[in-house]
């Protein structure tokens, strides 16, 4: 059974930050991509970064970029340290699996992903 397990959301800050985390198991091949998404009630889902688990490729959208970074441990952990954190980064992040890899999150759709954490609440106040 695949299962992703976010921890590690929060309240901060702005100008604060904040570690989340992602546990993998039970994906049955070694060539997969791991990213994060995050998603604000009535808004479009928007992938933030993703890394290649075989490659160590990493690319981010622009409005995280400079700001957050990805990182995996083997194929078993994501990590996403975010730093000088904003209000406008307040939402429910999301680690979700992949078998594609392409070359910027905006090329993604969601229907790329075939397995999904249970999301956990990032809060950042003024």
């Known amino acids: 059974q695949v299962q992703l397990a976010e921890s590690g959301g929060g309240s901060v800050h702005a100008g604060g930050s904040l570690k989340l985390s992602c546990v993998v198991s039970?994906?049955?091949?070694?060539?997969?991509?791991l990213g994060w998404f995050r998603q604000v009630p009535g808004m479009e889902r928007e992938l933030g970064a993703i890394a290649g688990i075989d490659s160590d490729s990493t690319t981010y959208a622009d409005s995280v970029k400079g700001r957050f970074t990805i990182s995996h441990e083997n194929n078993k952990k994501l990590d996403l340290q975010m730093s000088d954190l904003k209000p406008e980064d307040t939402a429910v992040y999301y680690c979700a699996a992949s078998r594609i890899w392409r070359p910027r999150p905006s090329d993604y759709g969601d229907s790329d992903f075939g397995w999904w954490g249970q999301g956990t609440q990032v809060t950042v106040s003024t």
């Open positions: 039970g994906l049955p091949f070694a060539d997969y991509c």
